[in-house]
């Protein structure tokens, strides 16, 4: 079974910045893609980064503020967001795409870390 760790979360003042971790843990063969959505209060819970082989893909939303990154042997992955403002604020979720047996992919989720954005 795989598990996915969360860290980072807080309340931060708008234009301040937040880091979020992610770290993998169980039976893991291979991770093909690791990433990071979030869902605000009454609203779909929506993509904001994920990171593969072949690089980055943010949403529109955070492009040129958050930065992800993975290490692919810790099987890892950090979310630096900068310049925060109040519809940032919302539950960020880790997600991976895990081969935890050969032929056997599974869709992993962490449980969240809230980050408010608030003066």
């Known amino acids: 079974q795989v598990q996915l760790m969360e860290s980072g979360g807080g309340v931060v003042q708008p234009g301040g910045s937040l880091r979020l971790s992610c770290a993998a843990s169980?039976?893991?063969?291979?991770?093909?893609?690791m990433g990071w959505y979030r869902q605000a209060l009454g609203k779909a819970r929506e993509m904001v980064a994920t990171?593969?082989?072949?690089?980055?893909t943010y949403s529109a939303s955070v492009e040129g503020r958050f930065t992800i990154s993975g290490d692919n042997p810790r099987n890892t992955t950090t979310l630096q967001m900068n310049s925060l403002n109040s519809e940032d604020t919302a539950v960020y979720y880790c997600?991976?795409?895990?081969?935890?047996?050969?032929?056997?992919?599974?869709?992993?989720w962490g449980d969240g870390t809230q980050v408010t954005v608030s003066s």
């Open positions: 997600t991976a795409f895990v081969q935890v047996e050969e032929n056997k992919w599974s869709h992993v």
């Open positions: 990171i593969t082989k072949d690089g980055p």
């Open positions: 169980g039976t893991i063969l291979s991770i093909n893609l």
